[in-house]
């Protein structure tokens, strides 16, 4: 009775039909292994805990945050933008702090659609993407994310009736972990601007880069037509804390300030001032998170393949995404998997159409962890599970 049509318009989630194989899986007695969701297990830097500790017992921090009162964060984040990607911001007028990446984005789009416009998203994607572009009213044209194009998108291949609001993109991207360089997000920002269309580029996963690569911002394209959002849950281990920032051309920026305005007070003082500290720590800290995770790709991705899984070779991000041959049904698979085997892996339907087939696991776990998830996976397969 008291649901407007847009919380209805939001759709379901998968994850419900996981948490429910996972309380049968402990009911069975196994213990769990749980891949499915892309939480941090790392501990944020000693560094930023002290100053949040401190923050905590200074009453200063307890009032409403003003705009005025996060020119700190917004500095410290200006600073990071120039020492990481060489992008020079304007702190008072080309960056906003968020409270969460997640929310930043919901909010960026009442910001600049107005219902029925055209979003365009990829597919596969983070699944609160479609749950955002529903609040916002908007009509999702879905561009597929093909194995065979590297899961990135083929724009000049659309055939697009209207001319789409925003084009929404993520690299390194989730779920696939595929990659793209800078000359990708020149041709992406120059097919944008052509087309009138802002360019927004969620980047959490900037810094968990694996050897020589090193991610690209797509504000290094120009500001103009483009906004980036960053959130410091992936590198900093901070994603409990919810703080993160916009960043890019300054009348998006300038909207979704104004819709924020109406809906929150920015990020509590005592989570902004561990957020500034790790901004500046970043080039040391996000280095040993990457280089952890990068053990864990090289102790996971060659158990899967063994098993004779299709899977990629992570350059980036915390997860690796796997083919698994004959698969039809990725629901069926995962939650019968969890029942079984206590692993919890996220299947690729729930990331989108193209995802069938896949399934995703976080790298949320010490090597020998992934390393026994994976045979008992093989177990699993072997006596026909999932089919």
Excluded at 294 to 309: E, N
Aim: hydrophobic share 45%.
């Amino acid at each position: 009775m008291w649901s407007s049509q847009r919380a209805a318009n939001v759709p379901g989630s998968v994850f419900s039909l996981m948490d429910a194989a996972k309380s049968r899986a402990l009911g069975r007695g196994f213990d769990i292994i749980d891949l499915s969701i892309g939480s941090s297990d790392l501990h944020p830097p000693q560094a930023v805990l002290e100053v949040l500790r401190e923050a905590v017992l200074d009453p200063a921090t307890y009032r409403y945050p003003l705009f005025s009162d996060t020119a700190p964060l917004r500095d410290a984040a200006a600073s990071y933008m120039q020492r990481r990607f060489g992008v020079g911001l304007n702190a008072g007028t080309e960056l906003l702090p968020l409270i969460g990446a997640q929310e930043g984005l919901a909010h960026l789009l009442l910001a600049v659609t107005d219902p029925g416009d055209t979003l365009l998203l990829p597919d596969p994607c983070y699944p609160p993407y479609w749950g955002a572009a529903a609040v916002a009213g908007l009509n999702v044209v879905t561009v597929p994310l093909l194995p065979e194009n590297g899961f990135l998108p083929d724009l000049n291949a659309l055939n697009l009736e209207v001319r789409p609001r925003v084009l929404l993109l993520n690299y390194p991207n989730n779920p696939t972990s595929a990659v793209a360089d800078l000359q990708f997000f020149q041709q992406a920002a120059a097919w944008c601007r052509e087309q009138g269309t802002l360019l927004i580029h969620d980047h959490p996963y900037a810094d968990l880069t694996f050897g020589d690569y090193r991610a690209p911002s797509a504000l290094q394209t120009g500001l103009s037509g483009v906004v980036e959002l960053h959130s410091l849950s992936k590198t900093h281990h901070m994603g409990g804390f919810r703080v993160g920032f916009a960043a890019g051309d300054a009348g998006a920026i300038a909207a979704l300030a104004r819709v924020k305005g109406a809906t929150d007070f920015h990020p509590y003082l005592g989570i902004q001032r561990p957020a500034a500290l790790a901004l500046s720590l970043l080039d040391e800290v996000g280095r040993a998170g990457a280089d952890t995770f990068q053990t864990r790709r090289d102790a996971l991705v060659p158990a899967l393949r063994s098993i004779g899984w299709e899977v990629q070779w992570p350059e980036a991000s915390m997860y690796a995404w796997a083919r698994v041959p004959g698969l039809t049904d990725s629901v069926q698979f995962a939650v019968q998997a969890a029942e079984q085997t206590g692993v919890l892996v996220s299947p690729g339907r729930a990331f989108g159409a193209q995802g069938e087939g896949f399934v995703r696991f976080a790298l949320v776990h010490p090597p020998e962890v992934l390393q026994a998830a994976a045979e008992r996976l093989r177990r699993f397969g072997e006596a026909g599970g999932g089919r």
